[in-house]
């Protein structure tokens, strides 16, 4: 579906598709060259794994650039976690608010972004 909105948007050529494993794909990018490439990341997967592509997307974004992360209230299960994927947010949350390379801001729009600007 996604790529024919790109094509009808006339931006397809432009959009570097690659699927796969997130940590996998994204030490190929770092391996390639790519780090301090990248202008924004999105991180929206498996919860257990958002520190692991956080960190990994830092090592790809330039200095000014930008995370989004979705989900980081994760339907107000923050406030009491239960389950592994609850626990995890949490500590995400955690890292990134304690993060001197980032300034950040959690914004509460539908089940959380956070924002993180890389100093």
Request: aromatic share 8%; charged share 25%.
């Amino acid at each position: 579906m996604a790529r024919r909105f790109w094509k009808k948007a006339g931006v397809d050529g432009r959009i570097d598709l690659r699927l796969g494993p997130g940590a996998e794909t994204i030490a190929q990018l770092v391996n390639a060259g790519e780090a301090g490439h990248f202008d924004m990341i999105f991180i929206d997967a498996d919860k257990s794994s958002y520190d692991t592509y956080y960190e990994g997307g830092l090592n790809l974004l330039r200095t000014g650039g930008v995370i989004l992360i979705d989900n980081v209230l994760w339907s107000g299960k923050v406030l009491h976690p239960k389950d592994a994927d609850d626990h995890a947010i949490v500590a995400f949350n955690r890292l990134v608010q304690s993060d001197p390379r980032v300034k950040n801001v959690c914004l509460t729009v539908r089940d959380g972004m956070m924002v993180a600007r890389k100093r």
